[in-house]
């Protein structure tokens, strides 16, 4: 086995070192007569030392590992970056990156006495103290996406719009918390056909007819688009790394019932606070800053499903949702108070 000294480890020089051999303290670090060896990971269900997940799709990404030939008074399970700064200590073989976002990250086994110093998070794997070994490392892909939030330019998430009356419905959306290497535009129907594929807004469904439909961002990973991204397809079995944002909802009235244009005002976002997130079981909504009228507060799922609704006449205060037996994906929180609305989108892990 070929040993090093942490101190003597820094930059790119480690991370190429680390991927050819064991990061280790020089032997004299240890008491005479100890023991201690990092071991050899390996992926439990796959060959080779390198995987690929899809970050931020709702979908639970979790990776375990198997551990032969460690030794040493205790252990632990390190995720560092690519630049080999500490991301995440585990004391379990099988971690879950799902909510890391995208880049690389390596996967430890550190086996260490009571000596080790400087394992923590935010600290750097070559600058360990003590006596210890970490084992060869795993290299985690992380495909990063989110489909973001999306609102009207005018507030809200709903509008209603006169369609088929040879004047454009121009609508324009605003898109923030994006996390993508491409994206694309989709319009559904409430059982989430795929009607259209813009490219972007404004959008105009003047010609589009009656009914109600759904526009979302779609943020994907790769060259090409999710596979099932056509019109006549069901957005519901898209497959690849991708996520979908929160909807707008477009109810569009023709002839005698037409009414002027309608738009959800905004609520102000300040008075809604929703924690964990993600959540295992449990959700807290906070309306500590919404004193006045009635309150209907709504869960749904991506395809629009009703998971849970209640409706308050005082809803200051704090609401916990029991999400235990709901599946682990994304959700979208939907609060109206008074005519104004506010949409948040959440995980269940």
Known sequence: MNTFTSTALSGLAALLLA?????AV???????GSDVAGGTIAFADMTGDTTSICAGDGQADSITVTLTGATGDSSVYVITDDSLNILALSPSPTVNLEGAGGGTCLLWHLSYDASLGGAAIGARADSLTGCFELSNPLTVLRGGVAGGTLSLTTGGDSIT????????????????????SNSAWVITDTSLNILGLPTGPPFNLED??????????????????????????????LTGCFDLSNQIYVTRDTGVNCVTTAVEAPLNPGTV?????PTGSTLTLDLSDLTSGRTT????????RLVEQRTLDAANGRHAFDLSDAPAGAYLLRVRNDG??????FVKQ
């Not at 606070?273 to 997130?277: A, D, G, Q, S």
């Open 19 to 23: 991927l050819s051999f064991p990061i």
């Open 26 to 32: 020089s032997a004299q670090t240890c008491p005479d």
């Open 161 to 180: 719009i006169c369609a088929g009356d040879s004047i454009d419905d121009f609508f324009e959306v605003v898109l923030v918390d994006t996390v993508e």
């Open 208 to 237: 589009a007819g009656p009914g109600l439909c759904y526009v979302w961002h779609l943020s994907y990973s790769g060259d090409n688009l999710p596979g099932g991204t056509m019109v006549g397809a069901n957005a519901a079995d």
């Open 273 to 277: 606070t929703l924690f964990p997130n």
């Open 297 to 304: 507060i709504q869960i749904l799922d991506l395809t629009g």
């Open 340 to 345: 104004r609305a506010l949409t948040r989108r």
